[in-house]
């Protein structure tokens, strides 16, 4: 998921810590503020990054360069509005990392349209944190099982093609070793990086003073 050499990995550190936190903290989040109490009851309405990061996850990602974090559970049936709502907190995880992500890649973009001496250190820290930030909206917005924008996609579905679809999560574990063992996530993942990043740079460009 993640194609970096070792020194970036650790470079990297701070970026996929904040990038997993505030992505299942905004799941948790979220669903509290629609009325299912499940996150706070198991203690992940919290920025603490002990609370979401999973280390098997975790060492995955630096053995294999693909890792995740403790997803956060939910009941939907304490949502007014069942499938608007789980909507709703599925997307608030990718728009979070989308959020910081800017964030980051403006404090890159005010450095350099500033010239402003930083170390190299902190600036590849700081692009590290708007990479991981992107990289995370956009593949846990795919619709793959159990990927957030599968939760999306199987709430707008027909209640019958929803079940099937739901049935592909069984095999959620073969179809990611087939997107990561193959040149075929990059080919997804790429022209979406590409988009976010022209968002981001036009953003900049009006924001910057």
């Given amino acids: ?33 629609l009325g299912d109490f499940t996150p706070r009851l198991m203690g992940r309405l919290t920025i603490d ?11 995955m990602l630096f053995l294999v360069r693909f890792g995740w974090a403790k997803p956060v559970m939910i009941n939907p049936v304490n949502f007014r509005n069942p499938k608007r709502d789980d909507i709703i907190v599925s997307l608030a995880g990718p728009a979070m990392n989308l959020l910081l992500g800017f964030i980051a890649f403006y404090m890159l973009y005010f450095i350099r349209y500033h010239n402003i001496d930083v170390s190299a250190i902190t600036f590849s820290i700081i692009q590290m944190i708007f990479i991981y930030n992107v990289n995370f909206a956009v593949f846990n917005i795919l619709p793959i099982p159990p ?42 993942l790429m022209p979406m990086f590409q988009f976010v990043y022209a968002v981001y740079k036009a953003l900049a460009g009006i924001l910057v003073f």
């Fill in 49 to 59: 990054p002990r609370a979401h990061i999973d280390p098997i996850g975790l060492i």
């Fill in 147 to 188: 990927l957030d924008g599968s939760h999306i996609l199987r709430n707008l579905l027909p209640p019958d093609l929803a079940y099937r679809y739901q049935a592909l999560e069984r095999y959620s574990i073969l179809i990611m070793i087939v997107f990561i063992a193959t040149p075929v996530l990059g080919v997804v």
């Fill in 1 to 33: 998921m993640f194609g970096f050499n070792f020194t970036e990995m650790l470079l990297g550190i701070p970026g996929l810590i904040i990038a997993m936190t505030f992505h299942e903290y905004a799941h948790a989040r979220a669903a509290v503020s």
